[in-house]
């Protein structure tokens, strides 16, 4: 233990710094995101996050929007705990056959208009695990989808990128 205290004194810390990021163009994207969903809504954006059968990297991506150094709340962007007040399912993962049925339900429980993006290479086409005996494929072998948010993992900008795009290009509105 004390040969542990006194390494970690003499060496510092090995923990990895915080990625570069730019808050500013973060700011940027996240206000023009809350200003799309207002026009188009009427309030703020609500999203529920799905997982088909991902390997988890998709989630630790989105779930970082929420962290504090994203801190995607302050510019009005919340996830729901159900999809009955979502706006926007995002899936991660190919499909597998044991979330089937569940993925077809939730999209069933979303009210319209609602949209679907499908967030990573494997929401696409399956990804790595195309092919598999567990997995059915991309998001839309199941449910129709709206967007593809590409990357494997997709970072957090990229993520809010999409979902700007998505509100942009799109004619819907629930006001
Ligand atoms: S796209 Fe990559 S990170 Fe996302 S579920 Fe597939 S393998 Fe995992």
């Known amino acids: 233990m004390r040969k542990t205290l006194f390494q970690s004194i003499v060496e510092g810390s090995l923990t990895e710094p915080r990625p570069a990021a730019d808050e500013a163009a973060l700011a940027e994207v996240a206000a023009s ?4 969903a207002r026009r188009k809504l009427g309030r703020s954006l609500s999203i529920r996050a799905v997982d088909a059968g991902s390997c988890n990297g998709c989630e630790l991506e989105m779930h970082a929007l929420s962290n504090s ?21 995002m899936v991660t993962g ?55 948010i590409h990357g494997c993992p997709p970072n957090p900008v990229q993520l809010l990128k ?9 004619n819907a509105s629930r006001k």
Not at 69 to 89: C, I, K, W
Not at 162 to 170: D, K, N, P, V
Request: charged share 20%.
């Open 69 to 89: 150094f994203y801190d995607l709340e302050r510019f009005g962007l919340r996830f729901v705990a159900s999809p009955r007040h979502a706006d926007v399912l």
């Open 94 to 148: 190919p499909v597998t056959k044991n979330m089937r049925e569940a993925l077809e339900r939730t999209y069933q429980a979303t009210p319209d208009p609602k949209w679907v993006v499908a967030v990573g290479d494997c929401a696409l086409d399956g990804g790595m695990f195309a092919g598999g005996y567990a997995c059915v494929g991309g998001v839309s072998a199941v449910i129709p989808v709206d967007l593809h």
């Open 33 to 36: 995101l809350e200003r799309s």
């Open 162 to 170: 999409g979902l700007l795009a998505l509100l942009e290009g799109s």
